[in-house]
C-alpha cells in the first residue's frame, strides 16, 4: 500500500528548515554565517568546496518515498571522501601512539658533532616521538609481547633528524634482506590470517630456530623489556652504530640511549594477558592521561661515544646489529633531555601521517656500514611513497621541516609547495630571486669521506659470526626474577607452537646460552630426550662479565611518581584514610583513582561524597601499579560477594604488588590469599599515616620477595 507524502520539512530524523532540537535553535545560512548554539557560536557546515550546507541529514530524493537525485553533490562528495578514509597501514609499526615535544640539549657538543641541535648549552628543538608495536595490526591491543618501536623525530635547525630506534639495543637479524621474512614469519600466518600480534605460533619460532643470529635478541624479547608498563617507563635504542663529525671533518662513533627519567618498569605476563582484555589502549590511555595532566615523560639522550682504535679492539664488529656494546665499557653519557609536553590535535593528520625515515639525517651526523641500517635507508622512503600516495608527504605539516627549505623538486599528486620563479633546474643562468636556490659547499651537507674498497659479492662478515655470547651474556645479567620470567615466557610462547621440532629446535639453541635455562625450558614443556645442542660458528664466549645496566629491577628509579594506585572503596570509608592517602600520593607525585561498586561514588564515614573514578568490573588490579582497599565493616561484607572485588585482590598479590588496606577490609584480603595477615607487601593502614608510609614502600614497585 503506498504511503501518502508527509509535508517535506517534518520528516521523522531530520530537519529541513528551521528546527528546534534540545535547546539549540538551527537555523539555516550562509557561508561564513555563524550560528548561536547553546555551546557558543559555531560555523557554518559546507562542502569541500565551501559551498554552505542546508540539510545533512536527508539525500536529494524525487519525492518522499522516490529515487535519490544523482545532482547531489553534498552527499556524493560525502561518500565519495568516506570511501577514501583509509591510508594503507604500516607493514609493521602499525599500532603507534605519538606527542609532541622537545629536546633540550644539556651542554654544546661542538667538539662532537657540527650538529645544529647540539651547539649551544639549553638550545631546545621541537620533536615528535611516535611509539609503536611491530607486529599487530592497527587495532591491536597495546599489551602484546612484542618490541617497541621508539621513533624521534628532531626539527632542527638544518633539516629534519629522525632517530628511527626499537626499546631494545638489538635486532634479531644481521642483513636487511632478511626483513621481509623475518615479519612475514612473526605476522599472521598467511593461510589462516591469525595469530594477530603475536609470536607464539610455529611460524615464528621456526624462522627464529633456522636463524641462529637472533638468538640474543630471542633472549631480549623473551624478557620483561617486551611488555612495558607504560610507554613512558621504557628505554629506547638508535641500535646501530652511528658516526657524529665536528666541523674539523673529525668524526667519532656513537651509539643513541633513550633513558626514561621515571626508570623503567614493566608488567608480568600475566597481567599482560588481562590488561589487552580489560584495556586494549593501555598505553595510549597512559601517555595521553599523563600529558594531559601535565606530568609530561621525559627521557635522557645518552651517547655511547667511541673511536676506531675501540672498535679495533672490542669483542664483537661494532657494525653488527644483533650486538650491544655493554655500558660497563664505554658508559653512556648524558647529552640533554627530551620532553614530550603536547598531545597531538589529530590523530590521522600527525600519529598516522607521520612519515620516518632513517635516511633523514643532518650535517653532523652520519651512517656507518651496518647493513641493516644501509637497507633501511632504502625501505623507510619507498614505504612512504606506498603508504602517503605521493612524493609530496614532506609537505603534511608534521613531516615539514621548521626549518626554511628550498628544493628544486616540483609538481606530483598534492604539490603544496613548488619552487618559485622562473628557475626550477641547477646550474642556471637567472639571478637574484629568479635563479633560485644554490648549492653551499661549506653549509651543506658532506658525507665523511670513509675509504671503501672491496670484491662486489653477497658476504656476511666473519666478525658477525658468535650468535650465542651476548645471549648468555644478557641472561646472566638478570636478577633471579627475571630469569624466571625468560625461562616462562620461552615456555609459554614454545607451548603454543604445535611442531615438536621447532621446539626442540629452540632448545638446542637455547644449550648454547645456558644450560640451566635451556634444562628448565625443556622440563616445563616436558620434552622427554634433551635435544644436542646447535650447531654454532662460534663456541659461546663464558667470559663475558654480567652488565648489570642490562636489567630493568637492578635499575628502578626507587620513586613510585608518575604510577598510580587503585583504591577499592565502599560506603562508610574512613574520610580521614581516603584524605590521607590522596596528599601521600600528590606528594609522591603519583595518581590515586577510587573504584567502587557503583561509578556514582561512596559516602564517606563524615556524610561527604566521593566520586569514584571505574565501576569495579571496570577497575581491575592489573590496570594499577599498587592498591588499596579502603572499606567500611558493611562495605567489606558486601565486596566480599563480589566476584570482582575478589580479583582485585587476588590478581595483586599474585602480580606482587603491595597491597593497603583498612582493619576492617582484612578478612576480605586474607580470604583472597595470604593466610596470614603480615603477608610481605600487605599493610594495615590504621591512621592516615600510614598510607604515606604505604606510598614509600610502593617505591619498590613490586614486592619480588612475597611468596
Ligand atoms: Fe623498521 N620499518 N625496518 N626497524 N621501523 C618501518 O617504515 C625496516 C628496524 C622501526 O613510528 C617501516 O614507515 C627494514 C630496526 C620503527 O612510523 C618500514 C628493517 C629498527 C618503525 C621498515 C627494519 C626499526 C619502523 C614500516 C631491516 C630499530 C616505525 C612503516 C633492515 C632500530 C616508525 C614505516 C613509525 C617502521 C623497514 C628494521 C624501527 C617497512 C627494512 C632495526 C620504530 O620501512
Redesign the pocket.
Known amino acids: 500500500m503506498a504511503k501518502k507524502a508527509k509535508a517535506p520539512n517534518n520528516t521523522p530524523n531530520g530537519t529541513r528548515k528551521n528546527s528546534k532540537i534540545g535547546d539549540q535553535k538551527i537555523s539555516r545560512g550562509h557561508g561564513g554565517e555563524t550560528h548561536q548554539l547553546a555551546g557558543g557560536e559555531v560555523p557554518t557546515l559546507t562542502t569541500k568546496q565551501g559551498t554552505p550546507v542546508a540539510d545533512d541529514q536527508n539525500t536529494l530524493r524525487i519525492g518522499e518515498r522516490g529515487p535519490a537525485a544523482l545532482e547531489d553533490f553534498h552527499f556524493r562528495e560525502k561518500l565519495f571522501h568516506f570511501d577514501h578514509e583509509r591510508i594503507p597501514e ?5 599500532r ?1 601512539f ?1 606527542a609532541h615535544g622537545f629536546f633540550e640539549t644539556y651542554d654544546s657538543l661542538k667538539s662532537l658533532t657540527r650538529a645544529d641541535l647540539f651547539q649551544t648549552k639549553g638550545q631546545r628543538t621541537p620533536a615528535f616521538v ?3 608495536t ?1 607486529a599487530g595490526s592497527k587495532g591491536s591491543g597495546d599489551l602484546a609481547r612484542d ?5 624521534v623525530k628532531l626539527y632542527t635547525q638544518e633539516g629534519n633528524w629522525d632517530i ?3 626499546n631494545i639495543p638489538v ?1 634479531f ?1 644481521q ?2 634482506i ?3 621474512d ?2 612475514h614469519a612473526a605476522k599472521e600466518e598467511p593461510d589462516r590470517g591469525f595469530p594477530q600480534a603475536q609470536t607464539a605460533h610455529d611460524n615464528f619460532w621456526d624462522f627464529i630456530s633456522l636463524t641462529p643470529e637472533s638468538m640474543n635478541m630471542a633472549l631480549w624479547i623473551m624478557s620483561d623489556r617486551t611488555i612495558p608498563r607504560s610507554l613512558r617507563f621504557m628505554e629506547g ?4 652504530s652511528f658516526r657524529m663529525v665536528n666541523a674539523r671533518g673529525e668524526s667519532s662513533y656513537v651509539k643513541f640511549h633513550w633513558k626514561p627519567k621515571l626508570g623503567m618498569q614493566s608488567v608480568v605476563w600475566n597481567e599482560a594477558l588481562k590488561i589487552n582484555g580489560m584495556d586494549p589502549d593501555f598505553h595510549r590511555r597512559d601517555m595521553w592521561g599523563a600529558i594531559e595532566a601535565g606530568d609530561y615523560p621525559e627521557w635522557e639522550l645518552g651517547l655511547q661515544i667511541f673511536d676506531e682504535a675501540f672498535a679495533e679492539q672490542f669483542e664483537f664488529d661494532i657494525l653488527d ?1 644483533t650486538k650491544i656494546i655493554p655500558e660497563e665499557q664505554v658508559p653512556v653519557t648524558p647529552v640533554g633531555r627530551l620532553v614530550l609536553d603536547r598531545n597531538v590535535d589529530n590523530f590521522f593528520a600527525e600519529t598516522e601521517q ?5 635516511q633523514n639525517i643532518v650535517p653532523g651526523i652520519d651512517f656507518t656500514n651496518d ?3 644501509q ?2 635507508n ?3 622512503l ?3 611513497l606506498k ?1 602517503l600516495g605521493g612524493p609530496n608527504f614532506t609537505h603534511i605539516p608534521v613531516n615539514a621541516p621548521k626549518c626554511p627549505f628550498h628544493t628544486l623538486q616540483q609538481d606530483g599528486h598534492m604539490a603544496m609547495e613548488n619552487p618559485r620563479g622562473r628557475a626550477n633546474y641547477e646550474p642556471n643562468s637567472w639571478g637574484g630571486a629568479e635563479g633560485g636556490p644554490r648549492e653551499d659547499p661549506k653549509k651543506g651537507f658532506q658525507s665523511w669521506p670513509a675509504e671503501e674498497a672491496g670484491t662486489k659479492a653477497r658476504l656476511r662478515p666473519e666478525s658477525f659470526a658468535d650468535h650465542y655470547s651476548q645471549a648468555r651474556q644478557f641472561y646472566l645479567s638478570q636478577t633471579d626474577v627475571e630469569q624466571q620470567h625468560i625461562a616462562d615466557a620461552f615456555t609459554f610462547e614454545l607451548s603454543k607452537v604445535e611442531t615438536l621440532a621447532i621446539r626442540e629446535r629452540m632448545v638446542s639453541h637455547l644449550l648454547n646460552v645456558d644450560a640451566g635455562l635451556a634444562k628448565t625450558v625443556a622440563g616445563n614443556l616436558r620434552i622427554k630426550r634433551m635435544p644436542r645442542p646447535a650447531d654454532a660458528a662460534r663456541p659461546t664466549r663464558e667470559d663475558l662479565p654480567a652488565s648489570p645496566a642490562l636489567s630493568i629491577l637492578l635499575n628502578s628509579a626507587n620513586t613510585f611518581k608518575g604510577r598510580k594506585i587503585g583504591a577499592l572503596v565502599t560506603d562508610g570509608v574512613d574520610v580521614a584514610l581516603v584524605e590521607g592517602l590522596k596528599k601521600a600520593a600528590e606528594k609522591e607525585g603519583a595518581m590515586v583513582a577510587f573504584v567502587a561498586p557503583s561509578v556514582g561514588g561512596v559516602e564517606l564515614s563524615d556524610g561527604s561524597w566521593l566520586e569514584a573514578d571505574e565501576k569495579i568490573d571496570g577497575g581491575p588490579s592489573v590496570v594499577f601499579d599498587a592498591v588499596v582497599v579502603l572499606a567500611s565493616k558493611k562495605g567489606a561484607s558486601e565486596l566480599a560477594g563480589m566476584p570482582p572485588a575478589r580479583d582485585f585482590i587476588s590478581d595483586a598479590l599474585v602480580h606482587k604488588k603491595f597491597i593497603g588496606y583498612s582493619p576492617e577490609a582484612q578478612a576480605l584480603v586474607q580470604r583472597a590469599g595470604p593466610d596470614d595477615e603480615h603477608a610481605e607487601g600487605v599493610l594495615v593502614l590504621k591512621k592516615p599515616a600510614d598510607t604515606a608510609r604505604f606510598v614509600q614502600t610502593c617505591r619498590a614497585l613490586r614486592c619480588w620477595q612475597r611468596a
Open positions: 604500516r607493514v609493521v609499526h602499525a603507534g605519538a611516535r611509539f609503536s611491530v618490541v617497541r618501536g621508539f621513533a628511527v630506534g626499537n635486532f637479524i642483513d636487511a632478511k626483513f621481509p623475518l615479519i635504542f638508535g641500535v646501530h646489529p607521520v612519515a620516518f625515515c632513517t647493513p641493516l641500517l637497507g633501511r632504502f625501505s623507510y619507498d614505504t612512504q603508504r
